[in-house]
Every structure is written in structure tokens, then in C-alpha cells.
């Protein structure tokens, strides 16, 4: 249970230290990546993932709605903000509740701005660690109104990081 | 002044989420969804600050997603819906182009008050 607050508890870390420390964020580059390392040395040895065949599923749709929500933001230029519930909107037109809040998180994903994703690329993995990561922390945090947005934050976070530009 | 609108506004969009998840059954990502898409395509229109504004309800927006047991009553949801207000406005700066931010926000939000109501309620239960 500790490794399931600890990856979650990584975007909300960040958010109370640039909270609290205005300037934080000029430093703060190299405490994340050391702590997301720490995380994901310590995580696949102690988190128990519920079950495996869920996996794939997840983080497919998850990455699905990063990548429309992204696509509809910046290339058809409506802002994150409609882009996802657009996406939001149509998942629960087609999905099943549990499959709506799988894309409802890719869709956190896909609001990531095109300075931290120069790259459809990095979307898509940031998507599917989205999808992996809800299967992870499935039980935590369950029914906290924003659980989503912050399992798509430390996704990103684990992209950025470590993929992209670094933050 | 603008402070206040907002606050006003994170109270309404509250509100009306609270209503939409108690009177309809809509799920929890279609009321999210609804009162995201209002706010972004209305409040812009209206306000100077529109797009602050709209990020705001956005993010109580998600506040709402919260379950009753968690959030049972309407004063406890709007007591959230206020502190995710200020968190927002006050944290501009705050995780600036990262997806999930609004979220993170008001999972920060919903914690500062669902925390302490765990722990005073279970140090009643044990008096008991």
C-alpha cells in the first residue's frame, strides 16, 4: 500500500512544494527525478497489480483519450479544457462507467501542453503509463474527487522527466 | 473583487454538480464533462478573467466526482469546492502545462478536508 502513496502521492509533492516555494519550480527539476527513480526502483518489487490481463485494455483507452483530447486541443485549436470534455462526453456515450474513467484520464494526459509534449510520441506513452498506473493504484485514494487528474499528473511527470525536456 | 467572483462562481459550479450527480443519473465523468464544457465555452465570453474562471469550475468540476461517502453532505462539497477555489487561483504557477494539474488541485483540496474529517471521526468513534 505505501508504493501506491508513494506514486501518487508524486503530483501532489510537487504541487504543495511549488505551493509553498514560489521559486521552487527552477530547482526542483532533479528532486523529482530523483524521487521518480526512487519510486520506480521501489515500486515493481512491492506494488501488487491486481490483475495483469487489465493491463493492456487500460492503458490502450487511456492513450486513446490522451491522444484525441491532445489532437482536438492543439491541432483543431479548442483548448484543453473543451478537448476533454468532448472526450469526456463521448466516452460516456460509448464506454462502460469503469471505461469512462479510463479515457477521462487519458484525456487529464492529453491536456498537456504542446511546450511539455513537442511530440504526439511522448502523448501516447504518457497515455499508456496513465493506463498503467490505474491499474496500480486502482484501490487507492478510492471515491477523492481528483484522483484522476492526479494519476495523469504523475504520469506526465514520469514522461517529462524522463522522456521529455525535464521540467 | 475578482477573487470574490471567483469564489462565487467555485460555489455555483459546486452546486450544480452536486445537484446533477443527486437529482440525474449521469455518471460521475458525464457531469464532470457537462459542467467542464459549460464553463469553457460560457464563462470566457462573460468575464475578463474568463479563462482563470473557467479553469476554476473545471477544477471543481472534479471535486464533484468525489463519492458520498466520502463527501456526503452539500456543505462538505462546497467547503471543498472553495478550498480547490483559492488553491487555483492563489497557484497559478503551480505545475504550469502538466495534464492533470486542475486535478491534482482539487485531489489536494478534497484531502484537506477529507483527512482531518477521518481522523476526528474516528477519534469520536474510539470516546465512544
Known amino acids: 500500500m505505501l508504493c501506491q502513496h508513494a506514486l501518487i502521492l508524486l503530483p501532489l509533492f510537487v504541487a504543495t512544494l511549488e505551493l509553498a516555494i514560489p521559486f521552487f519550480s527552477k530547482t526542483s527539476g532533479l528532486i523529482y527525478l530523483s524521487l521518480v527513480t526512487f519510486i520506480f526502483i521501489v515500486a515493481p518489487k512491492r506494488c501488487a497489480i491486481g490483475d495483469w490481463r487489465k493491463i493492456l485494455p487500460s492503458a490502450l483507452i487511456s492513450a486513446l483519450g490522451a491522444v484525441a483530447t491532445f489532437a482536438l486541443a492543439n491541432h483543431l485549436d479548442l483548448g484543453p479544457l473543451v478537448a476533454s470534455a468532448i472526450v469526456g462526453l463521448v466516452g460516456t456515450f460509448f464506454l462502460a462507467e469503469d471505461d469512462q474513467l479510463k479515457i477521462y484520464l487519458g484525456a487529464f494526459v492529453g491536456m498537456t501542453s504542446v511546450a511539455r509534449f513537442p511530440s504526439l510520441g511522448l502523448v501516447v506513452v504518457a497515455g499508456l503509463v496513465g493506463g498503467v498506473l490505474w491499474q496500480v493504484l486502482n484501490e487507492t485514494w478510492n471515491g477523492v474527487g481528483g484522483r484522476l487528474g492526479t494519476i495523469a499528473a504523475a504520469a506526465v511527470l514520469v514522461v517529462v522527466l524522463t522522456l521529455g525536456g525535464g521540467l | ?128
Request: contains cysteine; charged residues 15%; positive net charge.
Open chain 2, 1 to 128: 473583487m475578482s477573487v470574490l467572483l471567483a469564489m462565487s462562481l467555485g460555489l455555483l459550479w459546486g452546486f450544480a454538480g452536486y445537484t446533477l450527480r443527486k437529482r440525474t443519473k449521469l455518471s460521475v465523468v458525464a457531469v464532470s464533462s457537462w459542467l467542464t464544457l459549460v464553463a469553457a465555452l460560457v464563462l470566457p465570453r462573460f468575464f475578463h478573467e474568463g479563462y482563470l474562471f473557467a479553469l476554476i469550475c473545471t477544477a471543481v468540476s472534479y471535486v464533484v466526482m468525489s463519492s458520498s461517502n466520502r463527501l456526503e453532505k452539500l456543505w462538505e462539497t462546497l467547503v471543498v469546492c472553495l478550498i480547490c477555489t483559492l488553491l487555483v487561483y492563489f497557484g497559478q504557477d503551480v505545475l504550469v502545462g502538466i495534464g492533470g494539474r486542475l486535478g491534482t488541485l482539487a485531489a489536494l483540496s478534497a484531502l484537506i478536508f477529507i483527512v482531518p474529517k477521518v481522523h476526528f471521526g474516528l477519534l469520536k468513534a474510539r470516546r465512544r
